[in-house]
């Protein structure tokens, strides 16, 4: 069956780095358009990167332009989520999302991530 596995998430202090992985299985990875949304308690889920199937396009939140950068390995099916200079506004748990076409949809269980001196 399908599977969205979250890893990477933790407690980091403001300024600092981590890694996000998103392994996927059960379905044509490569055929996916890939994102990493967040959402923190009494907040909406929001978009903070996407990247294309084919180009490898990628889009940021405003919010996380020039900090974050979103990667895909087709060949391990793997999405990546490099977060740099993070900032207490950056906490919350963090989720992966395949998107073929808008009709097929698959999200991960979610990994949290605290940002906290």
């Known amino acids: 069956q399908v599977q969205l596995v979250e890893s990477g998430g933790g407690l980091v202090q403001p300024g600092g780095s981590l890694r996000l992985s998103c392994a996927a299985s059960?379905?044509?990875?490569?055929?996916?358009?890939m994102s990493w949304y967040r959402q923190a308690p009494g907040k909406e889920r929001e978009l903070v990167a996407r990247?294309?199937?084919?180009?490898?396009?990628?889009n940021y939140a405003d919010s996380v332009k020039g900090r974050f950068t979103i990667s895909r390995d087709n060949a391990k099916m793997t999405v990546y989520l490099q977060m740099n200079s993070l900032k207490p506004e950056d906490t919350a748990v963090y989720y992966c999302?395949?998107?073929?076409?808008?009709?097929?949809?698959?999200w991960g269980q979610g990994t949290q991530v605290t940002v906290s001196s």
């Open positions: 990247i294309t199937t084919s180009s490898g396009s990628t």
């Open positions: 999302n395949a998107n073929h076409w808008n009709i097929w949809l698959y």
């Open positions: 059960g379905f044509t990875f490569s055929n996916y358009v």
